[in-house]
């Protein structure tokens, strides 16, 4: 049984407790359910997409991330590299073998604030 619940921006500790209750009742959360935290770090304004990582050291993964998946204030869709974002995880269609970031916001669920319209970084 998958257990479909909504929750936002929890602890990874949360998160894992939420998970390891589940499976004691005998029920899956999928991870596409759990917020993670991560950063910017590339995103090409011109073709639209980029990369968000989240981790650190060995643990770092890193997520491919379209403009549609981005919850930004106003209608131009960007984000500057550096910025801090929760996101759900999603698989990538495209490729099975890679993730994608979905509901891509600010800290805290806010909207993204609007970036400057500047070339591709």
């Known amino acids: 049984v998958t257990v479909s619940v909504l929750y936002w921006s929890v602890s990874k500790q949360t998160a894992a407790m ?14 596409a359910l ?5 950063k910017i770090v590339s995103f090409n304004r011109q073709k639209g997409f980029g990369f968000v990582e989240e ?3 060995d ?4 997520h491919f991330v379209h403009y549609t998946a981005l919850n930004v204030e106003g ?3 960007a984000v500057d590299v550096g910025t801090v974002v929760e996101f759900d995880v999603a698989p990538d269609e495209r490729n099975p073998d890679r993730t994608r ?7 805290g669920g806010q909207p993204l604030p609007t970036p400057e319209r ?4």
Request: aromatic residues 4%; proline residues 5%.
């Open 55 to 57: 981790g650190e050291g």
């Open 34 to 38: 759990l917020v993670q935290t991560g």
């Open 75 to 77: 209608g131009y869709k």
């Open 59 to 62: 643990a770092k993964k890193s």
């Open 118 to 121: 500047r070339e591709s970084t």
């Open 101 to 107: 970031a979905v509901n891509v916001c600010a800290p």
């Open 18 to 31: 939420f998970r390891n209750t589940l499976s004691r009742l005998g029920l899956h959360a999928t991870p």
